[in-house]
């Protein structure tokens, strides 16, 4: 499958003051790197996902992308096209999906919404009044075409946002938390319509950032995780889980096992962290261990060793959340 994007050692560099008196001429100005020499590569027809504490880069990123702002160094390629010595060529293949509020005009019905937009594409005419039907339809929203915008539910304009992101039926669609501000209800409608109907039935490429991460590990098939501008890991979420850390944990519920036994316990070669709880007759415990083919042996036989029964042994997996918290060091 070929890359459809792809970007080398792309860089962006803000100035800021250093203090107030930089405010005037002559003072010295302080550069700091927002986007950090990102090498990035996201096939054709991928629901990828972009991850990131806030002020990672992730925004930035998207804009150099989307030929918003320019990039300090490095090259973005975009289905071959640069995106900055091609611009004009780049913006003909890219959709982006904006769902600020206040990015359409209220005033105005969603068709004049999506005739306005089409006007600044190109659109006019026939193929205009074609092409607005068909994303009409497409986003469920024909029969509110002619209520004014200020009278749709959340929902419904991030819908409106997704026909204009597809205006252009671009190849490559970013969507900038799509969901945000969403009840489950219309959120889990909108996801469906991103795989199921973008992705899996007109074959596009959607670059989706989000801050909800059980979202990213349900739709996409690759995620990039950012931090200080940084890629610090990319692939798919079971290679994220496996990059963060190769040791097991796993959770057990033993009776009749003696409160000393616990000392003994944590003395087992290759266990890395052990918590107990006991509820009434019941002792649990929560188990990190280094190699489970040769600890988890040794601590059931020591277990039944010291009069324990085992009620119950479960692997625990990690989720994409804990993954991400230690990878990005966030602290609760």
Known sequence: MSNIIETFALTKRFSKATNYRALFRFQRYEDFTVVDAVNLKIRQGELFGLLGANGAGKTTLIKILCTL???SEGQALIDGQDVVANCTAVRKLI?????????????LTAYQNLEF?????????????ARIAELLDLVGLSDYADRRVMG????????????????????????????????????????GFIQQTLVKQMGRTVILVTHRLE????????????????????????EIKQHVTARQQYHLRVSHLPPSSIDGLSQIPGLVQIQSNQTHSMLNLDLVLDDESVTLPLLLR?????????QHCQAESLSLEKAFVKLVGVKN
């Open 69 to 71: 702002i320019l990039p």
């Open 95 to 107: 959709g982006l999906v904006d769902t600020q509020e206040r990015s359409f005009f209220w005033r």
């Open 117 to 129: 937009f089409a006007a600044l594409y190109g659109l006019k005419g026939q193929d205009a009044t």
């Open 152 to 191: 749709y539910s959340s929902g419904m304009r991030q819908k409106l946002a997704m026909a204009r992101g597809l205006l252009t039926m671009p190849k490559v669609i970013f969507l900038d938390e799509p969901t945000r501000s969403l009840d489950p209800v219309s959120a889990h409608e909108l996801r």
């Open 215 to 238: 979202e990213a590990e349900e739709l996409c098939d690759r995620v990039a995780i950012m931090k200080q501008g940084k890629i610090i890991a990319c692939g798919a979420v079971s």
């Open 302 to 310: 020591f277990i039944i060793a010291q009069g324990g029964d085992i």
